[in-house]
């Protein structure tokens, strides 16, 4: 740490400085400014005083960015070279010999699509920033008062602030009169912050405040009162720029040291940001560094998956050219076109084209369930990322607290008193004494305090009823740290209306940074329900504000029971004591005092504030104590102790003190109680950050981490505390989600893995800059998102291994098919329509599966751990086989039961001698055809004379045809008396053929093949059979569905359970109905299902659930080896809190 000696020694900062010496070196004056040329002359050197930000990626540059991966490559180019075949074919010229790379390019600019308009929902932190700086300005510029637009003004020009206005740059405070700034966007903090003209010494070693006193900073709001001051710092130099220059920050600067961590140097202006030497740009930018875990193990299992499909590819290819394979339904077609039409299929059946629409219909089913529990999703991912947090790094105020200041407390009359109730309410709570719990709303000490309380305030309450919603709340109008008074009041019958009626208010003195106390003085005009004010036509003087001050002031105190007594030193020292206990208990105290005058007050019109003040405060009686925080809110203590469980740490993260931040973390079980010492490294001042004497640069990144490693309070934090203690975390591996509500959290929210913005308090450059916006601001309802955020990964899990199994069976069968020298299953359309239309369903319906009872019982997952675990990728492979094995057999079947062969070569056999064809509701084949066929034989004559016939010296008259064809056929065991004389008549028809110019043949004779009508075994069998597989594949994939929706329980365990499943399977069954039987379709698609009879059906039905059976056997066999996520073993002690170190991540 740095020393007290050093702190002396360091040079004086901005708001240290004389204001003599602020002036002399920004060479401007008070009355005069700056002159306009020299403004002029600034201006082209600082630039205008507005927010940098970096240029907008187009929608159409991400969807560029979409088609850069190897996936969408291998995608493009199975379009290209099914085109380009295609192309090159008889049936170039229709349309539908294209529809394969049709269809593959509409995936490919759906899944481009889709995350481009996902990716384009752009962080819009930076535009609301600067829609927060005001448009004109007050300023002086050669002694006149002009208007000046913010953004041209520059550092020296003196500015006019007043009630309303938005301070336009950070100033230095020439004149303030009661003004009142509110810096919540900076410090997160609520309560307006009086500002003065005041320069406080240096204490070495003393805490620095995050806002000095006699500053005021860019786009802060202006509450009340007015000033002058001099702009010191402009544009990107703000404070409120330092933040701007963080949101702009690229990853790779992320991960740099940054030894410049505060927002200002130590001139306390923030400097200009550094311009780094430029990168070569890239033809497409670079958008994955904000990827959530999902996003990235996702591109890296679609990685793997590419160039396993480009090696699949090319060896099927090799091979198929080795073997010479040919189209069985194009034999004519060469071996190298036809392997390249089967590369494409493969490519088609290796990529998971569907996963990245089942990933996005998952995510966006969770963002619809979110929203009940009051989250809004800005972006699709946050939904699972949040599922994966080991971390929740929260802003106390509005957060964790209800972020409206309540009374819990007060001490009048020597006696203790508790006041029940949260937030604005006032028909909820009471206030009794704290020993005995007994009802004292009528006390004198009571109505006396709250009734000049009421007094002493400008605030309002009342029940307003909300626009939209239509809710009636009873809402505050006014000071903030007036409202607890206010509502108190309401408590015990005392209403500012009310009293109105009967105490004129005849004056008032503002609350200041000086006086720390506001005065009003009444005059009663008719007799008033408050016992301790003076007479009729009398006056009294209502004072509230620091204890110390008021107590300095008063020589007489209230009892109990409305009775005044004298104030002695002791009584004093008791009153002190009684301060410093509540103010231990993190309490904000105001002590509030009275004092009566006559008919005539002891000033006149002309005098001055001060010496009125010195007139009123002499004498005071003290009417008691009212201690107020922002409590805790409902169900967050049991939220705290939920995350706990789950193995997810909480850390809080606030501006505040460090007293205050430490009371609430006990009381919500963030910090134990029991256990918790100052000092053990629990809690800690963000100064500890920076220990070094200029209070800006941080510590190494080692010192950082093991600081953070333990540490689970951090006060006084400033923007830039807050982001090197999420990239601290981050480097330790933990997944980091970040709540906040201000400007000065959108750094942080932005850098975080998930950042959680507040949708009633919040910012909109907060909002800007998160992942999810809190629409109640409630901690529970992110414990609540953790919660489904793990439920749908677990869903995602179950669907990405039941894809690729389905992936990885069409690769293999289609591999089994060319190595086997089988005609090819399967098409790419029918790939295409099988995995996009009836798996489709399914595979979303299990991102909907229902969590599991120990959920919230589990550690958070690794950052680094892959979508499919090594144990899952055993079952995608044994579930591949299965389904290969089983779908591959009934293809078999099918083709020796229609074709009568399994073999390509065999089914084309040019002297092929039979042909099954089914009759229509026969459930067995029937040699149907046989390929024999009579050729007419040519004359000797002909032959002599150049006649081109033929001749065989086995031709036949016509006289012995018939004899001739039971001969051969007898012969060849084929012969069938049923077709004796259609075949016969075949043989007369070829005997009368006219060779040649009319000549009949001398004879005909027969062969065993070549018959024409035979070509209906290539073409009717093939794609019978392949009807047949089709229907077994997507039955079968259906039983796999309800078999995929546990890694170890049985599918008959809670079958039907999943409503989405159930309407899943009906849709996949329709869709495969629609595109079995609707004409047009069918066709298109390959699909002959009225040539497959009974049989066909029969055998698709047993494949099926041979498929079934299979892959229950091995998830039986193999559900020892499933590996768990371990559950978080939390302990905690009986009053539900822990200390930081019992939670920790796996990693």
């Not at 001099?230 to 990853?251: E, P, Q």
Request: one cysteine or more; glycine letters at 8%; charged letters at 20%.
């Amino acid at each position: 740490m740095a020393s007290t000696e050093d702190d002396a020694m360091a040079p004086l900062k901005i708001f240290e400085r004389p204001i003599e010496d602020v002036l002399a070196e920004f060479g401007s004056s008070e009355e005069n400014g700056l002159s306009q040329a020299e403004a002029e002359k600034r201006l082209a050197e600082d630039g205008p005083n507005e927010l940098e930000s970096p240029p907008r990626i187009s929608l159409l540059t991400l969807f560029l960015v979409q088609l850069n991966s190897v996936i969408m490559y291998l995608m493009m180019g199975a379009v290209l070279a099914s085109a380009a075949i295609r192309a090159t074919g008889d049936d170039k010229d229709k349309f539908l010999s294209y529809i394969d790379s049709i269809a593959i390019t509409i995936i490919v600019l759906i899944n481009a699509t889709i995350a481009a308009v996902t990716e384009n929902n752009a962080n819009d932190a930076l535009d609301a920033l600067s829609s927060l700086q005001s448009p004109t300005t007050n300023a002086i510029r050669d002694g006149q008062e002009v208007q000046v637009d913010s953004k041209d003004l520059v550092r020296g020009d003196i500015v006019k602030l007043g009630t309303g206005d938005v301070v336009p740059a950070d100033m230095r405070m020439l004149k303030a009169n009661d003004l009142r700034v509110n810096e919540m966007l900076l410090t997160g903090e609520p309560e307006d912050v009086a500002k003065s003209t005041k320069v406080k010494p240096r204490v070495p070693g003393a805490a620095e405040k995050l806002t000095a006193d006699n500053m005021a900073f860019s786009s802060c709001d202006v509450k009340a009162g007015a000033a002058v001051g001099i702009i010191v710092a402009t544009g990107m130099r703000t404070r409120v720029g330092s933040i701007a220059a963080l949101l702009n920050g690229t990853s790779e600067e992320d991960e740099e040291q940054t030894p410049q961590g505060d927002a200002t140097n130590e001139d306390g202006v923030a400097p200009e940001p550094k311009k780094k030497e430029k990168k070569r740009e890239r033809c497409l930018p670079d958008t994955k560094a904000s990827n959530s875990p999902l996003q990235h193990n996702l591109e890296a299992l679609a990685l793997k998956i590419g160039y396993m499909a480009i090696a699949v590819c090319i060896g099927v290819f090799v091979v198929g050219i080795a073997l010479e394979t040919k189209d069985p339904e194009d034999p004519d077609t060469p071996s190298w076109l036809f392997m390249i039409l089967v590369a494409v299929t493969l490519t088609v059946a290796a990529i998971p084209e569907g996963l990245p629409l089942c990933v996005t219909i998952a995510l966006s089913s969770g963002c619809s369930e979110m929203v009940k529990e009051n989250v809004l999703m800005r972006k699709l991912a946050a939904v699972e990322t949040l599922g994966s947090a080991s971390i929740i790094c929260t802003d106390k105020t509005g957060t964790l607290t209800e972020g409206k200041m309540t009374l819990v407390a007060m001490y009048a009359g020597d006696v203790d008193y508790t006041v029940s109730g949260k937030g604005f309410d006032p028909t909820v709570g009471t206030i009794v004494t704290a020993s005995s719990n007994e009802t004292a709303t009528s006390h004198g000490c009571i109505q006396a305090t709250l009734g000049s309380a009421v007094l002493c305030s400008n605030t309002t309450l009342k029940l307003e009823t909300d626009a939209e919603s239509g809710v009636a709340k009873w809402m505050p109008r006014g000071n903030s740290s007036e409202a607890p008074l206010i509502v108190a009041g309401h408590k015990v019958g005392i209403k500012l209306e009310d009293l109105e009626k009967s105490l004129e208010r005849v004056a008032e003195i503002p609350f200041s940074s000086s006086r720390k106390m506001m005065i009003t003085v009444t005059k009663t005009v008719t007799a008033s329900p408050l016992g301790h004010v003076a007479a009729v036509g009398e006056h009294t003087a209502h004072v509230k504000g620091a204890p110390n001050y008021i107590l300095e002031k008063c020589t007489s105190y209230m009892a109990a029971d409305g009775s005044v007594k004298p104030l002695d030193a002791a009584g004093k020292q008791a009153i002190n004591d009684k301060v410093d206990d509540l103010s231990n208990r993190a309490l904000r105290v105001l002590a509030i005092a009275t004092k009566s005058f006559g008919a005539t007050l002891p000033w006149d019109g002309d005098t001055e504030t001060d010496e009125k003040f010195a007139k009123i405060v002499d004498g005071l009686t003290l009417c008691g104590l009212c201690a107020s925080i922002d409590p805790e809110r409902d169900g967050v203590k049991d939220a705290v102790i939920d995350s706990k469980t789950a193995g997810v740490r909480v850390v809080m993260i606030t501006g505040d003190y460090l007293k205050t931040a430490i009371a609430i973390a006990k009381n919500i079980g963030i910090v134990n109680p029991k256990t918790f010492k100052e000092g053990n490294g629990e809690a800690t001042d963000c100064g500890a950050l920076r220990p070094y004497k200029d209070g800006v640069t941080y510590m190494p990144n080692a010192d950082i981490d093991s600081l953070t490693r333990s540490t689970s309070v951090f006060a006084r934090a400033k923007p830039e505390d807050k982001l090197e203690i999420v990239k601290s975390l981050q480097r330790q591996g933990w997944v980091c989600a970040m709540t906040g509500d201000g400007v000065n959290d959108a750094p942080a929210l932005q850098k975080a893995d998930i950042g959680v913005s507040m949708g009633l308090e919040g910012t909109e450059v907060a909002k800007g800059a998160s992942d999810m916006i809190l629409t109640d601001d409630n901690f529970c309802s992110i414990v609540k998102a953790i919660e489904k955020g793990r439920i749908i990964y677990a869903g995602i899990q179950k669907f990405v291994s039941f894809i690729m199994s389905v992936h990885l069976a069409e690769v293999m069968q289609i591999f089994l098919c060319i190595v086997a020298k089988i005609p090819v299953m399967r098409q790419p359309l029918q790939i295409l329509y099988l995995i996009l239309v009836t798996d489709l369903p399914p595979s979303i319906a299990l991102g909907f599966e229902p969590g599991e009872a120990l959920t919230m019982k589990r550690a958070p997952r690794p950052k680094t751990q892959p979508v499919v675990m090594n144990w899952m990728w055993r079952g995608i492979v044994a579930n591949g086989l299965i389904l290969t094995v089983c779908i591959f057999c009934t293809y078999l079947i099918a083709l020796h039961a229609y074709a009568g062969a399994f073999l390509s070569d065999k089914i084309t056999d040019p002297e092929r001698t039979s042909c099954s064809i089914w009759p229509k509701g026969e459930m067995k084949p029937t040699l149907d055809l046989n390929c024999g066929r009579w050729i007419a034989c040519s004359s000797e004559s002909d032959i002599k004379t150049g006649v081109v016939g033929l001749f065989n010296t086995k031709c036949t008259s016509e006289s012995t045809l018939t004899e001739a064809y039971i001969k051969n056929n007898q012969e060849a065991g084929m012969y069938d008396p049923a077709r004796e004389q259609d075949d016969s008549r075949k043989a007369i028809d070829a005997y009368n053929v006219d060779p040649k110019n009319g000549v009949n043949a001398t004879g005909a004779f027969y062969t065993q093949h070549g018959d024409p009508e035979c070509d209906i075994c290539i073409t009717e069998a093939i794609r019978r059979a392949r009807t047949c597989a089709f229907i077994a594949l997507v039955w079968a994939e259906n039983f796999r569905a309800y078999c995929s929706r546990s890694f170890e329980n049985g599918v008959w365990v809670d079958t039907f359970a999943n409503p989405s499943m159930n309407k899943a399977i009906a849709l996949a069954q329709a869709a495969l109905y629609i595109s079995l039987w609707t004409p047009g379709i069918n066709h298109v698609l390959g699909l002959y299902v009225d040539e497959i009879h009974g049989f066909g059906w029969f055998l698709a039905i047993m494949g099926a659930l041979a498929c079934l059976v299979g892959c229950e056997i091995y998830k039986f066999a193999s559900s020892k080896f499933i590996v768990q996520v371990p559950l978080a073993n939390f302990q905690g002690d009986e009053d539900k809190s822990v200390s930081a170190g019992d939670v920790s991540v796996a990693v």
